[in-house]
């Protein structure tokens, strides 16, 4: 599972860092940690830069923020990359409990994007509950199979949230990879089960950043793959919603996002991991499922 996968790569990773400053600086091992510590932040600052300046080499038309709206976006950003990667993945067990099930005539499924988990939802799922929506979410995996390998899974879910709830068809909301793993649900299975589609920074028409990727769905997501020329060919059978991010660091071109015959909705000045933890998307999704 990707959780057990990143606890036990980022302590592998930290006691690395450590034993080269011990050996290499003769420090003691408590600066050796803090030496660590400070290795694998600015290694995840640097992941974080190499999006952007993909993204600033296939832009879209979009607004140019100021000054100070780009470096907010950048550091909020960085911020959710740290929070997501380093804090809620990891330790996924202490962030996210079971879903609270209970009878609704529609509930939300959350799908979470590519080497990622459900833990990434921590955020939205509380403010979705709060604003009076049953929320089920789900974990995709293996992490760098085929797209299409992880429609049974999600099928599996949209029974199981079906039959505790007592609801015929549920909402499917989506973060990247995940609305190119709905999509792929819809087109084999139409809509019985499912009432309505959210996509958030979907690349719905593949993202260049995808060419450094690992596994065949990053493959799958690359502009112009055999997979997504298929996908495209099937009609969407359910009413759908693309929020899009035209600053986004993962999605690139950024117009990647847009989904034919989907409404279309703006996000300015956010980036593609941080989108999940500002209140406007919150916003947007409890309007969308109303």
């Known amino acids: ?63 140019r923020l100021t000054a100070a709206e780009s470096l907010r976006m950048i550091v909020g950003e960085y911020a959710a990359f740290l929070l997501i990667f380093v804090f809620i993945l990891p330790f996924e067990r202490l962030w996210m409990g079971r879903d609270r099930m209970r009878p609704c005539s529609r ?19 509380r403010q979705l509950e709060a604003a009076g929506y049953t929320v089920a979410t789900v974990s995709l995996a293996p992490p760098y199979t085929s797209i299409g390998k992880l429609v049974p899974r999600l099928g599996q879910q949209i029974e199981k949230v079906c039959k505790a709830t007592g609801a015929d068809r549920v909402a499917l909301i989506a973060h990247s990879m995940g609305g190119l793993v709905c999509r792929s649900y819809l087109a084999r299975h139409g809509s019985d089960r499912v009432e309505r589609l959210i996509t958030i920074s979907s690349p719905h028409s593949g993202s260049e950043l995808a060419r450094i990727g690992l596994g065949k769905n990053a493959r799958e ?40 015959g989907a409404i279309d909705i703006t996000l300015e000045g956010i980036g593609h991991l941080s989108v999940l933890f500002t209140r406007r998307t919150a916003t947007e999704l409890i309007a969308a499922c109303r």
Not at 30 to 37: D, E, K, L, R, T
Not at 237 to 258: E, L
Request: aromatic residues 10%.
């Open 1 to 63: 599972m990707v959780p057990f996968a990143l606890l036990i790569g980022l302590l592998a990773e930290l006691a690395i860092y450590a034993t080269l400053a011990h050996n290499s600086l003769d420090t003691s091992w408590g600066i050796s940690a803090i030496a660590a510590a400070g290795a694998a932040l600015g290694l995840r600052a640097g992941i974080v830069a190499v999006t952007w300046t993909f993204a600033r080499a296939y832009p879209s038309p979009a607004r």
């Open 107 to 125: 509930p939300l499924l959350l799908v979470h994007g590519y080497n990622c988990s459900r833990g990434v939802w921590w955020l939205l799922r």
């Open 221 to 260: 997501m690359e502009p112009g793959s055999l997979w997504l020329k298929d996908l495209g060919e099937a009609c969407l059978p359910v009413p759908a919603v693309a929020i899009r991010t035209p600053h986004d660091n993962f999605v690139m071109p950024q117009n990647n996002q847009r989904l034919p």
